[in-house]
């Protein structure tokens, strides 16, 4: 496992963007695939995308596709999620979440993650 910490969240107008990045404690990121997961008050967590760990192929969820990039830089251990055009739907706390991995692909299935962050609030409000 790996420890997680994700920053960058925060109070944001509907419209507006933020970066939320994730700092990895482990000697390498290079065996890991990565994603991340939000969840609102009274709702189940839910995957919004993930990145494999050598092609960096990404999946993202519906509901935020064409508005959050997901990215990673391996050497400095770090992994990114560039949300943009927030809207209210989007408030949530943040998680980042990796697991260890031998092939080249990712998935946004909770259970198939080993590792979490403790979160980060985004709040999308006028």
């Known amino acids: 496992q790996v420890q997680l910490v994700e920053s960058g969240g925060g109070l944001v107008q509907p419209g507006g963007s933020l970066r939320l990045s994730c700092e990895a404690t482990?000697?390498?990121?290079?065996?890991?695939?990565v994603g991340w997961f939000r969840q609102a008050p009274g709702k189940e967590r839910e995957g919004v995308a993930c990145?494999?760990?050598?092609?960096?192929?990404?999946s993202y969820a519906d509901s935020v596709k064409g508005r959050f990039i997901m990215s990673r830089d391996n050497a400095k251990k770090l992994v990114f999620l560039e949300m943009n055009k927030l809207k209210p739907e989007d408030t949530a706390t943040y998680y980042c979440a990796a697991v260890w991995v031998y092939h080249d692909d990712c998935t946004m299935r909770q259970a198939d993650y080993d590792s979490w962050g403790q979160g980060t609030q985004v709040t999308v409000s006028s």
């Open positions: 482990t000697l390498t990121m290079d065996y890991y695939a």
């Open positions: 990145l494999s760990r050598v092609s960096h192929a990404k």
